[in-house]
């Protein structure tokens, strides 16, 4: 028998007076009949009991007529129980029980029964006070204590016990023996009555019209993640999250549902504990070098989370108005909990092993190369054979420019070549990152509290990268009397960043990484003297060991507090008022010594730079809520906000120092021209919002949110807008021709939304003209100092505007065992934000103005699966899938389309010509007349419409008429589009498995239909010319290159003309792929091990990144975004979790 518990959220504990429960009074607000278990919900509402009582129990009882007005809750539990044979009785807990007289069927323990006691926790070992422990097919019930303890006596061993707690999974468990029964119950991801964040609140899941996708914290692996960023890719479907660097602490880039806008931001926002965060980067210290970037949640310990909602369509995000159109990502931090204090400790150690999935030349084979590449390279500049008819010896008597060939090494200084230097050794390792969390918790009625603090420390795999992190935070929530209640949020955080020397640019600005790969092995790390040698055949690039001299330290601190209070002076209604304020300071501080090539040029330079925020945020909100006549739940929320943004910079620098010992402690100690600069800005937002929120039966759903903001970024033309949205929702499964049927459908909810958001999220005053100070020389050398607008103004600038229509379908079948969701969106972006360049002779040439506009549909599925649920086993799934697409709807009045380009075109397009493979020797084709073999054919596939003297011919707009037939040329017509360089769609597939104290997480993430140049292979792989003249390094596939005696069709020659053809479709490859993203193992040690300090403990063993399925041939689809980009690692952890 199933038993069916009303239970509300917070238990009170303790004795009742049985005088308070004959004194409870019950009000009736109107006459009505209604069923027995409709009572018992309204006295739930109105007292702290709660109820326990077999749910068939009142199946087929008649209503019950109850008459307005005030009644006494024993006068009414004895009206309505006087014609039925069933009674009731009054726990010590204030658990109503209720119970058939002397029922066969109802056996209550006699004092022969068995005794049983035990403990309920959670699925971290915390334990669960008020839980319901039913012994099943009676009325025989308690619940558990403040510390998840209970004992009950059941009528023998064969009993089976029913453990119930709201929220979570419903364990039956038969007694065998009178025992100590230890119980951990699982978090119900499929409970309809669970709740999730919304913004400026909360609300049922089941009553949910717009497009939220909820993550638990407890889901995400974080043992060796910096930032909650990492763990959630592919958690929420439409929720795209992408490496941008894999440097410790590097930066995520955060997509919702594609990216619409061209030139403002397509970053969500973020909002923690109700304060929209904004991102805070080390300052740039222009040593030039790239430090790499940060992820915007670095500063906030991942332990600290709760739960996260991803709002993704309009309906949903409008109540944010100007900042949502991108999407809103809500985090909520963990809270205290009423009971007694918990203690949870954890640690782990991870070491990272570095993925070299480079192939370089060893030393002999690079002298072999450099020898056949010089030769080609003569060849060639000669044209000897194939690529004219002259012959060698032709060459040889008279070489080009008087320069005859001459090796570079001989036979046997080949064979006695030894190891070479291995550049990637000296300037890489094993990585290593160590966490400790710890944790306080616990509250009375009254006041509740949660206080933890984090040491993250890692040491990345290139040599001087690190990410250290400490952080504090404390949540405190006071309850003053029922009506007045405040509480407040802190965190606390300081990051120390040692940079490594990134970027994948060329000569003096080659980042480690390239540097390393691109240096000759013939070279030495460093010389007798201590000197390191720079390629004698290029003394623009830099030695990499060298680069390790540099010292490049950043630090960010941080504090983000808000307080908040709540009045409630009517059932109902919450005023309730926030104020916080995000601080922040980050500093950089560099030093290029002399052991450096830049540093030699500039005999050291030093520079600083910093910058220091403060965002202020007020948010006042009145809401109310009501149920009438039980069928209509109805809520409204108006509010008001405002926010600044406040933030300064500064940097200084200088050079030409007697010695490096300085670094960046004495600048004035330089004798080089000094730097000084600083910057400030601020922006203000200001806004008006509501809510109504009406659900009718539970099944009928409505609402609506308008939002009105103003932003000192435009001028006051267009400062102010309005953001309205529209939901309704329709649960078929709630219908009465559905309750037949509700065991396999127990929701089938359709969505309809619509709504409006906006961006202006393109820095300060973007309406208004620039001003820049520029130093001039008088002809006395003097420096004139000037002012001149940089930026013409533009009052009419004004917002960028999504407007989106989505439709969605929520199910859950076979009780729970199937969910999930499917939506489908299109949005329109228009007034996209965009710096217009102005055909001007002037310097003043550019001006933010409003253009065009663009569109973004796509589908979204998640699906939830409990695969196996047996005893002691349970299995389940979650698969998440996104498709979207993103073009041109309508591009800017004075657009000038080259011939191969369509008014909606993809976004971020790819064009290229198409290429026909590699020219053979004696292969001649007629649209390239001055192809040399080795070189890549191109496809004739279009042409110009021309006069009768040969110039192509223009329509209305300017723009070259194609034929549609090949014309014996390669020009601009013959360029096609090839794509998108978004992803066709993405996905992510999670799973869990417990078996008795064993806890198995992984989850994979990809991204498909995609395509990449290898920037790698493209720079160091294809051509050997860079070895024969730069005497640089190269990749072993530049053996599959073509030459006279390889004439591959797949690989060109080293002259293949890549100025002329650059990197296109010859050279991409699909990118497809599916990563392993986290592995979790977890034990958690049996209750009877711990002893009277622990309550529980667990071992664990995690791994990151185990591998990755891909066609593609470079070192990792996901990172490789530059040339030697930092790779992504392979991590293992091991840790423990001690909770007290």
């Given at each position: 028998?199933?038993?069916?518990?009303?239970?509300?959220?917070?238990?009170?504990?303790?004795?009742?007076?049985?005088?308070?429960?004959?004194?409870?009074?019950?009000?009736?607000?109107?006459?009505?009949?209604?069923?027995?278990?409709?009572?018992?919900?309204?006295?739930?509402?109105?007292?702290?009991?709660?109820?326990?009582?077999?749910?068939?129990?009142?199946?087929?009882?008649?209503?019950?007529?109850?008459?307005?007005?005030?009644?006494?809750?024993?006068?009414?539990?004895?009206?309505?129980?006087?014609?039925?044979?069933?009674?009731?009785?009054?726990?010590?807990?204030?658990?109503?029980?209720?119970?058939?007289?002397?029922?066969?069927?109802?056996?209550?323990?006699?004092?022969?029964?068995?005794?049983?006691?035990?403990?309920?926790?959670?699925?971290?070992?915390?334990?669960?006070?008020?839980?319901?422990?039913?012994?099943?097919?009676?009325?025989?019930?308690?619940?558990?204590?403040?510390?998840?303890?209970?004992?009950?006596?059941?009528?023998?061993?064969?009993?089976?016990?029913?453990?119930?707690?709201?929220?979570?999974?419903?364990?039956?468990?038969?007694?065998?023996?009178?025992?100590?029964?230890?119980?951990?119950?699982?978090?119900?991801?499929?409970?309809?009555?669970e709740v999730v964040l919304v913004g400026y609140g909360t609300q049922r899941k089941k009553d949910v019209a717009g497009a939220i996708s909820t993550v638990k914290g407890e889901d995400?692996?974080?043992?060796?993640?910096?930032?909650?960023?990492?763990?959630?890719?592919?958690?929420?479907?439409?929720?795209?999250?992408?490496?941008?660097?894999?440097?410790?602490?590097?930066?995520?880039?955060?997509?919702?549902?594609?990216?619409?806008?061209?030139?403002?931001?397509?970053?969500?926002?973020?909002?923690?504990?109700?304060?929209?965060?904004?991102?805070?980067?080390?300052?740039?210290?222009?040593?030039?070098?790239?430090?790499?970037?940060?992820?915007?949640?670095?500063?906030?310990?991942?332990?600290?989370?709760?739960?996260?909602?991803?709002?993704?369509?309009?309906?949903?995000?409008?109540?944010?108005?100007?900042?949502?159109?991108?999407?809103?990502?809500?985090?909520?931090?963990?809270?205290?909990?009423?009971?007694?204090?918990?203690?949870?400790?954890?640690?782990?150690?991870?070491?990272?092993?570095?993925?070299?999935?480079?192939?370089l030349l060893g030393l002999k084979d690079w002298m072999q190369l450099r020898n056949e590449a010089a030769f080609e390279n003569w060849a060639f500049l000669n044209r000897i054979y194939?690529?004219?008819?002259?012959?060698?010896?032709?060459?040889?008597?008279?070489?080009?420019?008087?320069?005859?060939?001459?090796?570079?090494?001989?036979?046997?200084?080949?064979?006695?070549?030894?190891?070479?230097?291995?550049?990637?050794?000296?300037?890489?390792?094993?990585?290593?990152?160590?966490?400790?969390?710890?944790?306080?918790?616990?509250?009375?009625?009254?006041?509740?509290?949660?206080?933890?603090?984090?040491?993250?420390?890692?040491?990345?795999?290139?040599?001087?990268?690190?990410?250290?992190?400490?952080?504090?935070?404390?949540?405190?929530?006071?309850?003053?009397?029922?009506?007045?209640?405040?509480?407040?949020?802190?965190?606390?955080?300081?990051?120390?960043?040692?940079?490594?020397?990134?970027?994948?640019?060329?000569?003096?600005?080659?980042?480690?990484?390239?540097?390393?790969?691109?240096?000759?092995?013939?070279?030495?790390?460093?010389?007798?003297?201590?000197?390191?040698?720079?390629?004698?055949?290029?003394?623009?690039?830099?030695?990499?060991?060298?680069?390790?001299?540099?010292?490049?330290?950043?630090?960010?601190?941080?504090?983000?507090?808000?307080?908040?209070?709540?009045?409630?002076?009517?059932?109902?209604?919450?005023?309730?008022?926030?104020?916080?304020?995000?601080?922040?300071?980050?500093?950089?501080?560099?030093?290029?010594?002399?052991?450096?090539?830049?540093?030699?040029?500039?005999?050291?330079?030093?520079?600083?730079?910093?910058?220091?925020?403060?965002?202020?945020?007020?948010?006042?909100?009145?809401?109310?809520?009501?149920?009438?006549?039980?069928?209509?739940?109805?809520?409204?929320?108006?509010?008001?906000?405002?926010?600044?943004?406040?933030?300064?910079?500064?940097?200084?620098?200088?050079?030409?120092?007697?010695?490096?010992?300085?670094?960046?402690?004495?600048?004035?100690?330089?004798?080089?021209?000094?730097?000084?600069?600083?910057?400030?800005?601020?922006?203000?937002?200001?806004?008006?919002?509501?809510?109504?929120?009406?659900?009718?039966?539970?099944?009928?759903?409505?609402?609506?949110?308008?939002?009105?903001?103003?932003?000192?970024?435009?001028?006051?033309?267009?400062?102010?807008?309005?953001?309205?949205?529209?939901?309704?929702?329709?649960?078929?499964?709630?219908?009465?021709?559905?309750?037949?049927?509700?065991?396999?459908?127990?929701?089938?909810?359709?969505?309809?939304?619509?709504?409006?958001?906006?961006?202006?999220?393109?820095?300060?005053?973007?309406?208004?003209?620039?001003?820049?100070?520029?130093?001039?020389?008088?002809?006395?050398?003097?420096?004139?100092?000037?002012?001149?607008?940089?930026?013409?103004?533009?009052?009419?600038?004004?917002?960028?505007?999504?407007?989106?229509?989505?439709?969605?379908?929520?199910?859950?079948?076979?009780?729970?065992?199937?969910?999930?969701?499917?939506?489908?969106?299109?949005?329109?972006?228009?007034?996209?934000?965009?710096?217009?360049?102005?055909?001007?002779?002037?310097?003043?040439?550019?001006?933010?103005?409003?253009?065009?506009?663009?569109?973004?549909?796509?589908?979204?599925?998640?699906?939830?699966?409990?695969?196996?649920?047996?005893?002691?086993?349970?299995?389940?799934?979650?698969?998440?899938?996104?498709?979207?697409?993103?073009?041109?709807?309508?591009?800017?009045?004075?657009?000038?389309?080259?011939?191969?380009?369509?008014?909606?075109?993809?976004?971020?397009?790819?064009?290229?010509?198409?290429?026909?493979?590699?020219?053979?020797?004696?292969?001649?084709?007629?649209?390239?007349?001055?192809?040399?073999?080795?070189?890549?054919?191109?496809?004739?596939?279009?042409?110009?419409?021309?006069?009768?003297?040969?110039?192509?011919?223009?329509?209305?707009?300017?723009?070259?008429?194609?034929?549609?037939?090949?014309?014996?040329?390669?020009?601009?017509?013959?360029?096609?589009?090839?794509?998108?360089?978004?992803?066709?769609?993405?996905?992510?597939?999670?799973?869990?498995?417990?078996?008795?104290?064993?806890?198995?997480?992984?989850?994979?993430?990809?991204?498909?239909?995609?395509?990449?140049?290898?920037?790698?292979?493209?720079?160091?792989?294809?051509?050997?010319?860079?070895?024969?003249?730069?005497?640089?390094?190269?990749?072993?596939?530049?053996?599959?290159?073509?030459?006279?005696?390889?004439?591959?069709?797949?690989?060109?020659?080293?002259?293949?003309?890549?100025?002329?053809?650059?990197?296109?479709?010859?050279?991409?490859?699909?990118?497809?792929?599916?990563?392993?993203?986290?592995?979790?193992?977890?034990?958690?040690?049996?209750?009877?091990?711990?002893?009277?300090?622990?309550?529980?403990?667990?071992?664990?063993?995690?791994?990151?990144?185990?591998?990755?399925?891909?066609?593609?041939?470079?070192?990792?689809?996901?990172?490789?975004?530059?040339?030697?980009?930092?790779?992504?690692?392979?991590?293992?952890s091991i840790g423990i979790d001690l909770k007290f």
């Amino acid at each position: 028998m199933k038993v069916f518990v009303f239970l509300i959220c917070t238990t009170v504990f303790g004795f009742s007076s049985i005088d308070g429960f004959s004194q409870e009074k019950i009000i009736i607000e109107k006459d009505i009949e209604i069923p027995v278990d409709e009572v018992f919900k309204i006295i739930l509402k109105q007292t702290e009991y709660s109820f326990l009582y077999p749910e068939e129990l009142f199946k087929k009882a008649p209503s019950v007529q109850l008459k307005k007005g005030e009644i006494e809750l024993k006068s009414l539990l004895e009206d309505i129980f006087s014609k039925s044979k069933v009674s009731y009785r009054l726990s010590q807990d204030d658990v109503i029980i209720v119970e058939k007289i002397s029922s066969p069927d109802l056996i209550k323990p006699d004092g022969q029964g068995i005794e049983i006691t035990g403990r309920i926790t959670d699925e971290n070992g915390q334990p669960l006070p008020g839980a319901n422990i039913l012994e099943k097919g009676t009325a025989n019930g308690v619940q558990s204590d403040f510390d998840g303890n209970f004992s009950l006596k059941v009528t023998n061993q064969g009993a089976v016990l029913v453990v119930s707690f709201l929220g979570y999974v419903t364990q039956e468990i038969q007694i065998t023996e009178a025992s100590f029964l230890d119980i951990g119950l699982k978090v119900d991801n499929n409970s309809l009555e669970e709740v999730v964040l919304v913004g400026y609140g909360t609300q049922r899941k089941k009553d949910v019209a717009g497009a939220i996708s909820t993550v638990k914290g407890e889901d995400l692996v974080l043992s060796s993640s910096p930032s909650v960023g990492d763990a959630l890719r592919g958690k929420a479907a439409g929720l795209q999250i992408v490496q941008n660097s894999a440097q410790p602490g590097g930066g995520l880039d955060f997509l919702i549902r594609g990216a619409g806008s061209v030139n403002a931001s397509n970053q969500p926002l973020i909002v923690i504990d109700g304060f929209p965060i904004t991102e805070f980067q080390q300052p740039d210290s222009g040593n030039r070098y790239d430090g790499g970037t940060q992820s915007i949640l670095n500063s906030f310990n991942p332990n600290d989370i709760e739960s996260i909602s991803v709002l993704k369509d309009a309906s949903a995000t409008s109540i944010y108005g100007a900042r949502a159109a991108n999407g809103v990502i809500l985090i909520t931090s963990k809270k205290g909990k009423e009971g007694k204090v918990q203690v949870a400790y954890s640690a782990s150690y991870s070491f990272q092993a570095y993925n070299d999935s480079y192939k370089l030349l060893g030393l002999k084979d690079w002298m072999q190369l450099r020898n056949e590449a010089a030769f080609e390279n003569w060849a060639f500049l000669n044209r000897i054979y194939p690529y004219s008819d002259k012959t060698l010896e032709e060459a040889i008597s008279n070489p080009v420019n008087g320069i005859p060939f001459t090796r570079f090494y001989s036979d046997e200084q080949i064979n006695n070549a030894g190891q070479g230097t291995d550049w990637l050794s000296l300037v890489t390792r094993d990585g290593s990152t160590q966490q400790h969390n710890l944790s306080l918790s616990g509250g009375t009625n009254s006041t509740k509290y949660y206080l933890s603090g984090n040491l993250y420390k890692q040491d990345g795999v290139l040599k001087n990268s690190a990410f250290d992190r400490t952080s504090l935070r404390f949540n405190l929530d006071q309850k003053i009397t029922n009506f007045l209640s405040f509480g407040m949020n802190l965190s606390m955080s300081r990051i120390n960043n040692s940079n490594s020397q990134l970027g994948g640019d060329q000569f003096e600005n080659s980042g480690i990484i390239r540097s390393a790969l691109q240096y000759g092995p013939h070279i030495q790390a460093i010389d007798e003297e201590g000197n390191y040698p720079i390629n004698p055949d290029n003394a623009l690039e830099p030695n990499p060991y060298s680069l390790l001299t540099i010292t490049d330290e950043g630090v960010i601190d941080r504090t983000l507090t808000n307080f908040f209070a709540e009045l409630k002076p009517i059932k109902g209604l919450t005023a309730r008022v926030q104020m916080g304020i995000d601080q922040g300071y980050s500093g950089r501080n560099t030093y290029l010594p002399r052991t450096t090539l830049w540093g030699a040029l500039e005999n050291g330079k030093a520079s600083i730079a910093s910058q220091k925020k403060n965002d202020e945020l007020l948010d006042m909100t009145l809401n109310y809520s009501t149920i009438f006549d039980e069928e209509h739940n109805l809520s409204f929320l108006v509010g008001y906000s405002r926010q600044k943004y406040r933030s300064e910079s500064a940097n200084s620098g200088n050079s030409d120092f007697i010695t490096d010992a300085f670094l960046w402690n004495n600048l004035n100690a330089g004798a080089g021209t000094k730097v000084l600069g600083s910057t400030k800005r601020e922006d203000n937002l200001v806004s008006f919002f509501g809510r109504v929120n009406y659900v009718y039966k539970d099944k009928y759903i409505l609402s609506s949110t308008i939002r009105r903001d103003g932003s000192s970024v435009f001028s006051r033309n267009n400062r102010f807008a309005i953001f309205p949205s529209l939901a309704l929702g329709w649960d078929i499964a709630e219908e009465s021709f559905m309750k037949n049927i509700q065991d396999q459908i127990s929701q089938l909810k359709l969505r309809i939304g619509y709504g409006e958001t906006g961006n202006a999220d393109i820095g300060s005053n973007a309406f208004a003209a620039y001003y820049a100070q520029p130093a001039y020389l008088n002809p006395d050398e003097s420096i004139l100092i000037g002012v001149f607008p940089s930026r013409l103004e533009n009052p009419d600038l004004k917002w960028e505007t999504t407007k989106e229509l989505n439709f969605g379908l929520d199910f859950q079948l076979f009780k729970g065992i199937v969910s999930g969701s499917v939506e489908v969106y299109n949005k329109e972006i228009s007034d996209l934000l965009q710096v217009k360049p102005i055909n001007s002779y002037n310097e003043i040439n550019s001006v933010w103005a409003n253009i065009g506009s663009t569109q973004s549909k796509g589908v979204e599925v998640t699906l939830n699966t409990v695969n196996v649920d047996s005893g002691d086993f349970r299995w389940e799934s979650t698969l998440t899938f996104s498709k979207f697409k993103d073009s041109w709807k309508e591009r800017a009045e004075d657009w000038k389309p080259a011939i191969y380009q369509q008014d909606n075109d993809p976004i971020r397009a790819r064009y290229s010509y198409l290429s026909d493979g590699v020219m053979q020797i004696g292969e001649v084709v007629p649209a390239q007349p001055d192809l040399f073999p080795g070189q890549i054919k191109l496809k004739d596939i279009n042409g110009y419409s021309r006069d009768e003297f040969g110039n192509p011919i223009v329509d209305e707009q300017g723009k070259f008429i194609p034929t549609g037939e090949p014309d014996g040329r390669i020009d601009d017509a013959d360029i096609v589009l090839m794509g998108a360089t978004d992803p066709d769609f993405i996905a992510g597939f999670s799973n869990r498995i417990t078996y008795k104290n064993f806890d198995l997480k992984f989850h994979f993430n990809g991204m498909f239909g995609r395509k990449l140049v290898d920037p790698t292979d493209f720079a160091m792989g294809v051509s050997a010319l860079g070895v024969a003249t730069n005497g640089r390094n190269a990749l072993t596939s530049v053996f599959d290159r073509w030459t006279p005696d390889n004439p591959t069709n797949t690989r060109p020659a080293s002259h293949f003309g890549f100025t002329q053809y650059d990197s296109g479709d010859f050279f991409l490859q699909d990118a497809w792929f599916i990563r392993l993203q986290n592995l979790s193992l977890a034990y958690n040690l049996p209750s009877k091990w711990m002893g009277q300090l622990l309550t529980s403990a667990a071992i664990r063993f995690d791994a990151q990144n185990l591998f990755v399925i891909t066609p593609y041939n470079g070192v990792d689809p996901e990172t490789d975004s530059y040339v030697a980009a930092y790779p992504n690692v392979k991590t293992y952890s091991i840790g423990i979790d001690l909770k007290f």
